[in-house]
């Protein structure tokens, strides 16, 4: 049987916390004249373990019950996660207008006095049951929409990822860097971010949270390579003066460009994240780097580790002006700047995890 509020009659349980036998099952009558299932609890602790344990659409509370009230009662049930949606109708032979207040104010949807008048009590019960589905029924809509926004918002999210991606896979193509630099870097700024998030020095400052967030981000460090020149980036010989100045300002060029997607969206890690490495890449730890002259942990720890994983696999990757280095060649060249150019306790971390890289 289908009720008027739309639902399954034997679904719906009406929960009936009353001492007084007579008035429970004359409530009793009157809820499975109108198709539903009564539940019935002679007191309060009763009636909360019940509402927990069934779930019902509506309770009905006496006020004066002996050992906890239905006030009491009401009070415990909006507390709880589980129970605070259940409407609650106060049932009372006091009709004083306190008594009245006190139940709204405590979360009561009605107040219905004794004696008991079987078409009224009807009436409040078909209305207050109505408005549950109801709200039931918006609170799902709710959850589809919010579910859709979200889905909606990874969406863009993704989009903007690709969209950088792309931009960052020109840049590497022009610098004429390995085809698999990027996934180089997510990998061992991923490895070197876990080894570090167990040591005693680094272990509060970086979650899982930040592992994550670095290993997408770390790839759009050399973004601002779109803006230079390709025979600067292709140059097999030494740069001059000028040259290398134009290739610095790749560093500031990737932050403002990052810096502008960011301004629409204040609250993603990600791009935050991003316009950090991409700005802050080359700092060194000794204050020598580029383009702030930051110095220590002046510099984000995020740039920190890129720097440190973005050396090695650089010096371990062919260029057009050079050849590959292996990994113990690389470290031993990394070690001479270690306290120079890179955080010299990040490095003694990188040495032991080294043979986990790629």
Not at 2 to 19: F, N, R
Request: glycine share 6%; with cysteine; proline share 4%.
């Amino acid at each position: 049987m289908i009720t008027e509020e739309g639902q399954k009659s034997e679904s719906v349980k009406i929960l009936v916390a009353d001492d007084v036998e007579m008035t429970r099952f004359v409530l009793r009558d009157i809820i499975q004249e109108m198709g539903y299932e009564p539940v019935l609890a002679q007191d309060g602790p009763e009636a909360l373990k019940l509402a927990k344990q069934i779930c019902p659409q509506l309770v009905i509370l006496d006020v004066s019950m002996p050992e906890m009230d239905g006030y009491t009662v009401c009070r415990q049930l909006k507390e709880c996660v589980e129970t605070r949606e259940i409407p609650v109708i106060f049932i009372s032979a006091f009709d004083d207008p306190a008594d009245v207040v006190e139940g709204f104010e405590l979360g009561g949807e009605d107040y219905i006095t004794k004696p008991i008048i079987p078409e009224v009590v009807k009436a409040r019960l078909r209305l207050h049951l109505k408005l549950h589905h109801t709200n039931e029924k918006l609170q799902e809509m709710n959850r589809r929409l919010q579910s859709s926004v979200e889905e909606q918002l990874r969406q863009l999210e993704m989009e903007k990822k690709n969209i950088l991606y792309a931009l960052i896979r020109v840049a590497r193509e022009n610098a004429c860097y390995d085809d698999n630099h990027m996934e180089r870097l997510c990998y061992n700024c991923r490895i070197l971010a876990e080894a570090m998030q167990l040591s005693l020095c680094f272990g509060k400052l970086i979650s899982d949270t930040f592992i994550e967030t670095l290993e997408l981000a770390a790839p759009l460090c050399d973004l601002g390579n779109m803006a230079i020149p390709v025979e600067i980036l292709q140059k097999k010989g030494a740069l001059l003066p000028e040259e290398q100045a134009a290739m610095q300002k790749h560093a500031a060029i990737g932050a403002r460009i990052l810096e502008d997607i960011r301004n629409t969206d204040d609250d993603n890690d990600f791009l935050q994240m991003s316009v950090e490495i991409a700005h802050y890449h080359h700092e060194n730890w000794d204050g020598s780097g580029y383009p702030c002259g930051l110095k220590g942990d002046e510099i984000p720890l995020s740039a920190q580790i890129v720097a440190v994983a973005g050396a090695y696999c650089a010096i371990t990757e062919s260029r057009c002006y050079r050849a590959s280095f292996n990994g113990e060649e690389a470290l031993a060249m990394m070690e001479r700047d270690a306290g120079k150019k890179y955080n010299p306790a990040i490095f003694e971390i990188m040495q032991k995890i080294h043979r986990q890289l790629r």
